[in-house]
């Protein structure tokens, strides 16, 4: 069976779908490992095949493999099947079978996921529907689970008609129920409810079905399981609820509905995500308006930290409406985030409270419009954030200009220094961004402003080969032959980095050098000698 005709029956999802056959054929098709050297593959298969279902008159007369005890190696070995005439099995060895888990499935199991209906008749006369409930090494499924995931209704009417347990669940707690809704065959969730299923929500611990559903975009399906009395307050993996499935798959519609049918608009998930957050992250400003007159916070707090809150989310996406509804209802303007989804700071950190405001993700992304309207509600425009930058040496280190100006304009202080005491002035000159450094220069910053080893903003220039910035310093006044912490000028970084350029602007306009200054590349390799010795 190839990857085209992988589809169900009955138009079931192939997810998980996987050809066991395409990776049982490298493996060596025999039982013997002492036996096997010298002989060609199919020397060995000749030898040592077992023989084809029509030669089985029951599991007792099929060999074991090495190593096997009983006759469970049927489904612990695992077997894979083929619907060719006459069929055959291929036993794979233990000690072959891959880690990963794929192969901890039983023959049931295989022919459940590849929708196989000519195999159910040759497993049984072999007994394999003995194990009908067993479940796989890695994630606890049936058969029945198989089969439901994959939409496969025939398949799960033979197995529900041998006996097979309905309510059974894996080690994600997904029932067949679940997995048929997720898989979105109406008539195979149709014949479970009419064969035992119960559309549950939390009272027996399992995936809510309505949950796995909309997890799998399946707007029909979750309509339909509403109108037979679905709940609204399961759950699924992660404690993900109705809403927040539908809300991040854009079922905007459905995520109404939902709430019209009494969803709770304020539970979070196991990362501490509400309705809320996903909305004002999506830029959904109805359903944000909405969440917050049924009660939601705007605001929320887990043990007393912050995370990352609705307007964080609304303005790193840029979302001006969703960003403007918060505020209104009296979101924390400055709320600094603690959670390191995008590289802030980490949430453990005792005291740890140098997260990034909302001012700082709409600057970084350059959202103009949404940074406007921060700073018109109040937010610190010199707040800094986890290493001690504000947000206008963020915007200066992403190259947005007309965000860098409307910060100038509210009153940012440019003296302002982030780790390794750079301040914007620094950074500009880092990025070669000549306009950027006399946007600020015409704000009052401070051309002599000293970094780490006490480097002016020159001392960067000539160490960066910025020709271009260190004209413009050289305009604006900056001191020459500052020196830094070892007592090096401009003049000996540029003529130790092999600026010669540069060095002879600096010494026309009266730099001096004299002391050896080592450069970067050098002191690095001298380092990597230490280390070696």
């Known amino acids: 069976m190839d990857a085209s005709s992988a589809t169900g029956s009955n138009g079931g999802p192939t997810e998980e779908y996987f050809n066991p056959l395409s990776r049982v054929e490298t493996l060596p098709p025999t039982y013997d490992e002492t036996a096997s050297q010298g002989r060609s593959s199919s020397e060995r298969f000749a030898r040592d095949a077992p023989p084809s279902f029509d030669e089985v008159a029951s599991l007792n007369s099929l060999p074991l ?26 036993i794979i060895r233990s000690k072959e079978r891959p880690s990963s888990g794929s192969f901890d499935l039983g023959p049931i199991h295989e022919a459940a996921l590849r929708n196989d209906y000519t195999l159910l008749r040759p497993l049984e006369l072999i007994g394999a ?21 994959n939409g496969c209704l025939e398949f799960a009417k033979a197995l529900i008609a041998g006996g097979a347990d309905v309510e059974t669940q894996t080690l994600l ?105 996903i909305a004002a992250a999506k830029g959904y400003s109805g359903i944000v308006r909405r969440l917050i007159t049924l009660g939601a916070e705007v605001s929320p707090q887990h043990q007393g930290v912050e995370w990352f809150q609705p307007l964080h989310f609304a303005a790193e996406a840029g979302h001006r409406d969703a960003v403007l509804i918060l505020l209104e209802a009296k979101a924390d303007v400055n709320a600094k985030t603690a959670w390191s989804k995008l590289g802030y700071s980490h949430p453990k950190c005792e005291g740890e409270r140098w997260g990034s405001t909302p001012l700082h993700l709409a600057v970084m992304k350059g959202y103009l419009e949404v940074a406007l309207l921060l700073l ?31 910060l100038l304009e509210n009153k940012a202080k440019t003296d302002i220094v982030g780790m390794e005491r750079r301040a914007a002035v620094h950074v500009a000159v880092e990025r070669g961004d000549v306009e950027m450094l006399e946007l600020l220069l015409d704000f009052k910053a401070d051309v002599n ?43 000996d970084i540029a003529e130790g980095e092999g600026f010669g350029e540069l060095a002879e602007l600096l010494v026309i306009n009266g730099g001096k050098g004299g002391k050896a200054y080592k450069s970067f590349k050098v002191r690095l390799f001298q380092s990597l000698i230490q280390i070696r010795l």
């Open 65 to 90: 493999p090495m190593g096997a005890e009983d006759r469970f190696w049927l489904s612990k070995f695992g077997l894979s099947l083929t619907s060719t005439d006459p069929p055959v099995l291929e």
């Open 129 to 149: 529907w003995t194990h009908i409930d067993e479940r796989s090494a890695s994630r606890k499924k049936t058969a029945l689970h198989c089969a439901c995931q």
């Open 173 to 277: 707690r997904d029932t067949p129920l679940s997995l048929a809704a997720g898989s979105g065959n109406i008539e195979l969730v149709q014949y479970l409810l009419a064969n035992g299923c119960k559309l549950k929500d939390v009272d027996n611990g399992s995936v809510s079905p309505l949950c796995a559903a909309l997890a799998s975009k399946r707007q029909d399906m979750a309509i339909f399981l509403l109108n037979n009395g679905a709940g609204v307050f399961g759950w699924s993996a992660g404690s993900n609820t109705v809403l927040h499935h539908a809300l991040r798959n854009g079922m905007v519609d459905m995520a109404n509905l939902l709430l019209d049918k009494g969803a709770r608009p304020g539970t979070e998930n196991e990362k501490h995500i509400r309705p809320i957050h």
């Open 376 to 406: 018109k509600h109040g937010a610190g425009v010199n707040e800094r954030r986890w290493d001690m930058r504000t947000p206008l040496v963020v915007a200066v280190q992403y190259g947005f200009k007309d965000i860098v100006k409307l």
């Open 449 to 491: 402003a000293k970094m780490w080893r006490s480097w002016t903003p020159l001392h960067v220039a000539a160490e960066r080969g910025q020709l271009e910035c260190a004209k413009l310093l050289v305009r604006r006044g900056v001191k020459i032959n500052a020196t830094g912490e070892d007592g090096e000028t401009a003049v």
